[in-house]
């Protein structure tokens, strides 16, 4: 797999979600079953509405055909 995901906050990993889904041409009903979530979940989650667990990410990832990658970011450079 090429593509990664990466998680900077809630909304952009619910972003980058909802564009690959689309990409995939998938429902969130379809995803939902892939990944074992029921769609209202799915649906919550692309609202930004919920932050899931990490193991919910990896196999939204593995759904979508995308590595997922969370990383800890320093807040400012340091000199």
Do not use: C, H, N, W
Not at 14 to 36: K, N, P, Y
Not at 52 to 73: D, K, Y
């Amino acid at each position: 797999m090429s593509r990664t995901a990466r998680v900077y906050s809630g909304r952009a990993s619910a972003s980058a979600v909802r564009l690959r889904r689309e990409q995939l041409g998938l429902t969130q009903a379809e995803l939902a079953e892939r990944t074992g979530l029921k769609q209202p979940a799915v649906a919550r989650f692309e609202a930004g509405g919920t932050m899931p667990t990490i193991p919910v990410l990896e196999r939204l990832a593995e759904a979508l055909e995308m590595r997922l990658s969370v990383q800890f970011q320093p807040l400012r450079e340091t000199s």
